[in-house]
């Protein structure tokens, strides 16, 4: 592929809601544009952006792919995003890389909840916007519907540019109004120009909406519109191209994907409306010191690249993709890891079309490529000259909220599952693995079932492991109520020496989060010497409670009396004696379960509140409060035990149809009520009966 200069490359992301056809948009105009001879489908699992095996057994993206098309002179970085929302880490990589969002909407379902989230992700970036409306050769498609409510949900600045004019239920004519010409389309893929269609009144109405959406680009406009005065059609054609570039226009395209009905027009729109690399892909970084630093896209300048994605497999290695905002990256660049402080050597650079790449000379400023086995560069990593050192924005991910315990259907394949694990993180960062030292279990967190899935999946297919996953432990601890006053007595005879520790040990509640230990020995009943010896023991014993096996916090223990032997008290009889007053005291002095406690701050819309909060009251929670929250959502904060929260992930989704999120925060640890506890005392004495066995 060419080089190309940054005013004539375009970097798009493909975002909506999962289903929408972005995937299929994305093949339509690689076939058009002559990148491939075929035109690939979804069903047959033989596009070139879903080529993961994942992809193709499950008929839907669940990694970013980029795919260069190559336009009138223009090259076109489309990167295809994930819309389901397992995937959404997807989403927002593609963002970091794009200067312009490209969303797709269901001619059929329309508005959805990945609609609104990609304008979101769009809007927070400041990228210019662009939808495209898809399917309208399905008869059930319902493009003027979906159009009214586009601009319902996003406002005037969403303009009409090239709509359907249907026949009998047939979307095979579409009309480009800044053109005002109209093109009929045939089954075998033709195109031809044909007389204007008579719309009637519909045709006023979309013209309406246009002059509304330029009115919105300036002050001088608004005014013009709403003194009555008529815009010109060079007026309208620049107010349209100026307002997309800077975001205030958002236009609306049509066709269908798989037919690649009105792609042609799309890619001409996108070429003449869509802000260049030159325009939009300027940005603020820091230096060392923390001071801001201007970038300007410019091939001239000192090289600085941003890392959005990385490929681990364990057969090609680690692949990087990056956007390149400053300078040239090439083999004989000399690059530093602003992360890591040391210098990356880069061997080749290449441009990616799927999983096809092609050596390049260099990626320029504005241009996206990748660059093989950079070993210790991760996703959001800047690389950037050793002279100018500029730190830019990462990505931002969005925080898992599904937690399973991982563990390898062999025995002593915890090791492989973790380093298969770990390789997955970098691949993708909403992935979260830890060691949870406590319950012994490795814990794997994502953004839903369909997410872990796919990471079993993989585990399986790419580095030969079997896990299952389970329900993670959790840590409970234990504690007591009340204040008593115990002997520990060791006496063992045997040939020779024998063992003699005699104690008495005062238990009571106390506030600490594990063992507080004090002595009062009077008259040297028990040898300082000692002292410690009682505490070991102790402190040996509270690793495990006499309810369930749990550790034990909030005790004090107080050494008060005792007796010793000269000849055979020794530190070990003193040991066993602290051990033998703990088995015989804490039984005593009421022990409790106690279950950790997590606080959750849920953003949910406001019609589901009512349901969210009888969900939290359902596992035994506590709202504490509720407040306004962005864009009309609320805020319940709660307190609910950590041992209800397993699935609330999947509820909350389903409830709110993948608008609603949470944090969820381990916050204390409070009294089990009794049905609770004698549940869990049950399972513990069955796990450890089991073990035994």
Known sequence: MKQYNAKNILNIALAGHGGAGKTSIIESMLYLSGASDRLGKIADGNTICDFDPEEVKRKASVSTAVAPVEWKNKKLNFIDTPGLFDFEGGLWEGVRAADTVMIA??????????????????????????????????????????FETLKASFGPSVCPVVVPFIIDGQANCYVNLLEYKAYAYSPDGKVSEVPMPDMGDRLEGLRTAIYEAVAETSDEMFEKYFSGEAFTPEEVIVGVSRGVKSGAISPVFCGDAINTFGIDQLLNGLVWLAPSAAEKSDEIGLDPDGNMVELSVNEDGAPAAVVFKTIADPFVGKLSYFKVISGKVSPETPLVNMRTGNQERISKVMTVKGKKQEDAAYIGAGDIGAAPKLQNTNTGDTLCSPVRKVTLDGVEYPNPCLSMAIYPKKKGEEDKVAQGVMRLCEEDPTIHFKNNQETHEMIISGMGEQHLDVVVSKLKSKFGVEVTLKKPKIAYRETIRKKVSVQGRHKKQTGGHGQFGDVWIEFEPCDSDSLEFAERVVGGAVPKGFFPAVEKGLRDCIQKGTLAGYPMVGLKATLYDGSYHPVDSSEMAFKMAAAIAYKNGIPQASPTLLEPIGNLKASVPDANMGDVMGEINK????????????????????????????????????????????????ARYEDAPAQVAQKVIEEAKAAQEGAGE
């Open 619 to 666: 596992r035994r929670g506590r709202v504490l409060g509720m407040n306004p929250g962005e864009n009309g959502m609320q805020v319940v904060e709660a307190d609910v035990p950590m041992a209800e929260m397993g699935d609330f992930a999947t509820f909350i989704r389903q409830c709110t149809q993948g608008r609603g999120t949470f944090t969820f925060e381990f």
């Open 105 to 146: 909407v269901s001619g059929k379902n329309g508005v959805s909840v990945g609609t609104e989230k990609a304008v979101k992700a769009a809007e927070s970036r400041g990228l210019s916007k662009v939808f495209f409306v898809n399917g309208l050769c399905d008869e059930s498609a319902r493009f003027y519907r979906v």
